[in-house]
């Protein structure tokens, strides 16, 4: 793992006293554990994870037309997917989603775009969708995943009031290049490392579903911890017809339970949040993935699949004991 390492530094002192070895996560993995692996993630989730599940809501403002081949992403120019596509949506929609998101009562708005990179214009053009979006909600946390920053670029968003970034690992850096090839996982640990030079909170999780191998999976686990990240978003698969991973198909819900519980044994006490796939799960998949280490959600539309319902998953994080903040009336 030496060649993700960001700043261990950083990371919590219980982060690094509590987690487990490589090798006993492996084992955890085997069929004949998974009780104790589960058992052993919720004992950690109570033990480290504050009570509070809190929500984020994305905006998906620039469609489609990538340059990049992620064998995952309908958005990908690569692949025949019938995916919606636009360019920039412009400052008022922006603004729109945040006072939609605070109605809703989540606590960050993030604003994602398509595409390798962002050009010197549309840095500016997210800047000044950043400075309205404060101004509309004080109060709301600001977030953006933007592609490959540089850390000029990450200067001007934080200067425009953007906290936090979202950049993910997505897999294994050794599976990495068997699903992408037009960038790395050393471009976006880039990104990472400039972000967290600027005082950046950092979101970096990825999907799994993607024919990662427990070794994969447990490789996965133990690089976003060198991240020390703020958040960690968990995607689950997705299938999409035109893509090259379209036949892989939806993942079995107890493996999706136990790569949440794995993550949380790594990552004892960074919020897990529900992402991707959460609507391809059934409400009590989703509360066995409560139970082992899930502790927030991304909720409102997504990018080109329908994401979480507010109510449906504040209702589960409250049955679990966890505060949620309320509706705006």
Not at 8 to 28: F, G, K, P, R, W
């Amino acid at each position: 793992m030496s060649g993700t390492n960001i700043n261990s530094t950083t990371m919590n002192v219980t982060d690094i006293a509590e987690s487990i070895s490589e090798e006993e996560a492996l084992s955890l993995l085997k069929p004949e554990r998974r009780a104790e692996l589960r058992e052993r993630a919720h004992e950690t989730t109570e033990k480290f994870v504050e009570k509070r599940f809190d929500f984020c809501s994305i905006i998906n403002a620039r469609s489609g037309r990538c340059t990049e081949n992620c064998k995952w992403c309908a958005q990908s120019a690569h692949w025949k997917t019938g995916c919606e596509t636009y360019g920039w949506v412009g400052t008022d929609a922006c603004v729109k989603a945040a006072k939609e998101a605070a109605a809703n009562g989540a606590d960050r708005i993030g604003i994602v775009t398509s595409g390798r990179c962002l050009s010197p214009e549309d840095v500016d053009s997210v800047c000044a969708a950043l400075r309205e979006m404060r101004k509309a909600e004080p109060e709301i946390g600001l977030c953006a995943s933007l592609g490959l920053l540089s850390e000029k670029d990450l200067a001007k968003l934080k200067d425009a009031g953007l906290n936090r970034i979202h950049c993910n690992l997505e897999a294994a850096p050794s599976l990495f290049p068997k699903l992408c090839t037009t960038h790395t996982t050393a471009d976006k640990l880039a990104t990472i490392r400039a972000a967290r030079r600027l005082g950046f909170q950092i979101c970096c999780g990825g999907i799994i579903g993607m024919g990662e191998t427990d070794e994969q999976l447990v490789e996965f686990a133990f690089a976003l911890r060198e991240t020390a990240p703020d958040s960690i978003p968990v995607n689950v698969l997705h299938p999409i017809k035109g893509t090259p991973l379209y036949e892989r198909g939806v993942l079995d819900p107890e493996r999706v339970v136990d790569a949440v519980a794995l993550l949380r044994l790594v990552n004892p006490s960074t919020p897990l949040r529900f992402a991707g796939g959460r609507r391809d799960m059934s409400d009590e998949t989703a509360a066995k993935c409560i139970y082992v280490g899930m502790s927030a959600g991304i909720a409102g539309p997504l990018l080109t699949t329908p994401g979480a319902d507010y109510d449906d998953d504040r209702s589960l994080a409250a049955k679990a004991g966890y505060a949620v903040r309320a509706k705006r009336r």
